[in-house]
């Protein structure tokens, strides 16, 4: 990984540990930061990781001591995918790539109209058109509003008088970056997400480059819209059924 690249990742993947910190604390979850890494000593909530790595070379031993082990499904994004968790226990449970797209690129105008929630019922109008009906929109809690660094971003249709909810993506704001997680569109999926969240940052943001993380065919679909891999990472998990998202 060249330096260029490195310095991304650990943009990013401080980026995403801020994120999933906010998260954590609408939950009543506390994390910390430390040198190498952030972790929660209580496990946090579904989708999000005890700990996110901040840097390479992470020591395995101290970074699992921190984190809650002794409940199903504690897990690790191994930001760098440098660590080697199997003998404490841990499995590798899916590997992506970190994605980066340059400040002021060009955007395409999106279909639908866009803003940010603000207010308790539109959060809850946006977590329930991201859920679909798996039954989780209750992860996404009023506190969020409070997180100053962080921006629910929604789409409407333009002729539609009822204001539903059909795209959206959350945004977190870092010193040097802007993250990306939890994109969704009802219809078209994310390719039809991405112009908006895109044409929406490019307002809010335009000096910020843009990172995140995606796999599959989701991680195409972001490479079609501009955004470049930088770097893998790797999410391990110690046992149960669910994992990170974001």
Same mark, same amino acid.
């Given at each position: 990984? *060249?330096?260029?690249?490195?310095a991304?990742?650990r943009?990013?993947?401080?980026?995403?540990a801020e %994120?999933?910190a906010?998260?954590c604390? *609408?939950?009543? =979850?506390?994390g910390?930061?430390?040198?190498?890494?952030?972790?929660?000593? =209580?496990?946090? &909530?579904?989708y999000?990781?005890d700990a =996110?790595?901040?840097?390479?070379?992470?020591?395995p $031993?101290?970074?699992?001591a921190?984190?809650?082990?002794?409940? &199903?499904g504690?897990s690790?994004?191994?930001?760098?995918?440098?660590?080697?968790l199997?003998?404490?226990?841990?499995?590798?449970?899916?590997e992506?790539? %970190?994605i980066?797209r340059?400040a002021?690129?060009? *955007?395409?105008?999106? $279909?639908?109209? %866009?803003?940010?929630?603000?207010d308790p019922?539109?959060?809850?109008?946006?977590?329930l058109?991201w859920?679909?009906?798996?039954?989780?929109?209750d992860?996404?809690?009023?506190?969020?509003l409070?997180e100053?660094?962080?921006?629910?971003?929604?789409?409407?249709?333009?002729d539609?008088?009822?204001?539903? =909810?059909?795209?959206?993506?959350?945004?977190s704001?870092?010193?040097?970056?802007v993250?990306?997680?939890?994109v969704?569109?009802?219809d078209?999926?994310p390719?039809?997400?991405? &112009?908006l969240v895109?044409?929406?940052?490019a307002?809010?943001? &335009?000096?910020?480059?843009?990172?995140?993380?995606?796999?599959g $065919?989701?991680?195409?679909?972001?490479?079609r819209?501009?955004?470049e891999?930088v770097?893998?990472?790797?999410?391990?998990m110690?046992s149960?059924?669910?994992?990170?998202?974001?």
């Amino acid at each position: 990984m *060249t330096t260029s690249r490195q310095a991304l990742v650990r943009a990013a993947a401080l980026n995403n540990a801020e %994120w999933c910190a906010a998260m954590c604390r *609408t939950h009543g =979850v506390q994390g910390e930061f430390g040198a190498d890494a952030w972790a929660a000593p =209580v496990r946090t &909530p579904l989708y999000y990781p005890d700990a =996110v790595t901040l840097g390479p070379d992470a020591d395995p $031993d101290a970074l699992t001591a921190r984190i809650e082990t002794a409940s &199903p499904g504690a897990s690790v994004k191994d930001s760098f995918a440098d660590l080697d968790l199997a003998e404490a226990g841990f499995r590798v449970l899916f590997e992506a790539q %970190w994605i980066h797209r340059p400040a002021g690129s060009a *955007t395409a105008s999106p $279909d639908l109209e %866009w803003d940010v929630a603000g207010d308790p019922d539109t959060l809850r109008a946006w977590a329930l058109a991201w859920d679909d009906g798996a039954g989780h929109a209750d992860l996404f809690r009023p506190g969020l509003l409070a997180e100053p660094e962080t921006f629910v971003l929604l789409g409407r249709s333009a002729d539609d008088t009822e204001g539903t =909810v059909v795209a959206g993506a959350v945004v977190s704001r870092s010193e040097q970056v802007v993250g990306v997680s939890n994109v969704f569109g009802r219809d078209g999926g994310p390719d039809a997400a991405w &112009p908006l969240v895109l044409h929406a940052l490019a307002r809010l943001f &335009p000096t910020l480059p843009v990172v995140g993380y995606e796999q599959g $065919d989701d991680l195409a679909v972001a490479l079609r819209h501009g955004f470049e891999p930088v770097g893998p990472l790797r999410v391990w998990m110690h046992s149960g059924q669910h994992g990170p998202r974001d």
